[in-house]
Nanobody, 123 residues
Framework: EVQLVESGGGLVQAGGSLRLSCVAS????????IGWFRQAPGKEREGVSC????????FYEKSVKGRFTITSDNAKNTVYLTMYDVEPEDTAVYYC????????????????WGQGTQVTVSS
């Protein structure tokens, strides 16, 4: 059974940085992608970034491009989302998710989810 566990959330001041981690376990396949999503209060969940485990290809939504960096440590089955120059608008619960679809930049392709970690950015 696929399990995803996020950590690293917390309270950070605007302009600061934070690194989120997503540890994946419970499976043996290697053809998958991990995506990071977020859901702010009163808003729908949105995808922000993803990375292919196979070749390391990354993708970022415009709202975070240039401020967030997604990386992976395949030996640890861990994907990181490093958030730089955070803004109050980045406040949300952040989730990581997994897909085996080749269309991993399509956010609806993700079908395994972690429990989320709260990120709060103070102004």
């Amino acid at each position: 059974e696929v399990q995803l566990v996020e950590s690293g959330g917390g309270l950070v001041q605007a302009g600061g940085s934070l690194r989120l981690s997503c540890v994946a376990s419970g499976f043996t396949f290697s053809d998958y992608a991990i995506g990071w999503f977020r859901q702010a209060p009163g808003k729908e969940r949105e995808g922000v970034s993803c990375i292919s485990r196979s070749d390391g290809t990354t993708f970022y939504e415009k709202s975070v491009k240039g401020r967030f960096t997604i990386t992976s440590d395949n030996a640890k089955n861990t994907v990181y989302l490093t958030m730089y120059d955070v803004e109050p608008e980045d406040t949300a619960v952040y989730y990581c998710a997994l897909t085996r679809s080749i269309y991993y930049t399509i956010w609806t392709e993700y079908d395994h989810w972690g429990q989320g970690t709260q990120v709060t950015v103070s102004s």
